[in-house]
């Protein structure tokens, strides 16, 4: 064969193989989701990055320790935030679910430290919650601005940001769990 043509034929070859390569790399990744593979975001099919002006305002709601307190605090979190994907079914927690659940669990331990019988250190959890609230408030890094209110007389804050809108996560997650029937949404410790 004439060295030409062949080093042509290697050349086209080569094209080829790289050309396909290429390509493979292009086309979307089907998550088995299982082991790590799957997503780090869960994609929601109707819009998440929508973002809505929320004014940020004290609330009656969500306080402290009032009758209220807990029911409203564990509604935030349908079925404790957990959904499922794949074919295998595969447990995930939402961040925003976790974070509020967090939240809400810091809040029940400093109600049981204010008895003057509870002696015992902060449970591992809350010291986790802790920590994890911590990190995703520095991996959000929010640059928002925020004008001061004077304490001992706080206000509602007079500003409005703009936010994800999480009325679609809630969607999504009711929906999973109408997708899941009587999944008891058990975590994988593992």
């Known amino acids: 064969m004439n060295p030409i043509l062949k080093w042509l034929v290697i050349g086209q070859l080569s094209a080829v193989?790289?050309?396909?390569?290429?390509?493979?790399?292009?086309?979307?990744?089907?998550?088995?989701?299982?082991g790590d593979d799957y997503p780090q975001i869960w994609t929601i099919n109707h819009g998440i990055q929508e973002q809505v002006a929320t004014p940020f305002e004290?609330?009656?709601?969500?306080?402290?320790?009032?009758?209220?307190?807990e029911a409203e605090w564990e509604s935030q979190v349908p079925h404790r935030?957990?959904?499922?994907?794949?074919?295998?079914?595969?447990?995930?927690?939402i961040s925003?679910?976790?974070q509020l659940r967090c939240i809400s669990l810091v809040r029940s331990d400093i109600i049981k430290r204010r008895s003057s019988n509870y002696t015992t250190n902060i449970s591992p959890l809350t010291g986790h919650c802790l920590n994890y609230l911590r990190q995703m408030a520095l991996c959000r890094a929010d640059i928002d601005l925020e004008s001061v209110l004077l304490v001992p007389n706080p206000e509602a804050h007079p500003s409005k940001y703009r936010c994800t809108n999480w009325n679609l996560i809630y969607e999504a997650t009711l929906e999973n769990h109408r997708m899941h029937p009587g999944?008891?949404?058990e975590v994988d410790r593992k």
């Open 81 to 93: 935030g957990l959904i499922q994907l794949g074919k295998y079914r595969q447990t995930f927690s």
């Open 183 to 185: 999944s008891n949404f």
């Open 96 to 98: 925003m679910f976790h």
């Open 58 to 69: 004290n609330s009656v709601h969500f306080t402290f320790d009032s009758v209220m307190s």
């Open 17 to 34: 193989v790289w050309l396909q390569a290429f390509m493979y790399t292009l086309r979307p990744h089907e998550y088995s989701f299982l």
